[in-house]
């Protein structure tokens, strides 16, 4: 069973920095996509940035390019998404997500589809405010 521990949300402040963590257990992060994505309440998911499992290839949206960071950790099967410069806007809640059978990969080009996606994180809440 694939289970995902998520942390490092919370409350900053405008050009803050944040760091989400999430820790996949039950299945090797090895080969597969990862992502994040981040919902406001009464839209649709998001997808923020993803990182192919086999040739490191990154995606970011654009309202979040040059102030995010993903990268991974396979040794500790743990993603990050650290969060430079942070706004209001980017106020969410933010899922980590895992292909999980090597069958979609993440693209420079086109957004992550939550379609693609098999495994999700349970969500954790980031606040970006004065």
């Known amino acids: 069973q694939v289970q995902f521990v998520e942390s490092g949300g919370g409350l900053a402040q405008p050009g803050g920095s944040l760091r989400l963590s999430c820790v996949v257990s039950g299945v090797s992060l090895d080969y597969y996509a990862i992502a994040w994505f981040r919902q406001v309440p009464g839209e649709a998911l998001e997808g923020v940035s993803c990182?192919?499992?086999?040739?490191?290839?990154?995606y970011y949206v654009d309202s979040v390019k040059g102030r995010f960071t993903i990268s991974r950790d396979n040794a500790k099967n743990t993603v990050y998404l650290q969060m430079n410069s942070l706004k209001p806007e980017d106020t969410a809640l933010y899922f980590c997500a895992l292909e999980g059978t090597a069958y979609y990969r993440c693209s420079s080009y086109h957004a992550p589809k939550t379609y693609e996606y098999d495994h999700w994180g349970q969500g954790t809440q980031v606040t970006v405010s004065s």
């Open positions: 990182m192919d499992g086999n040739n490191g290839a990154t």
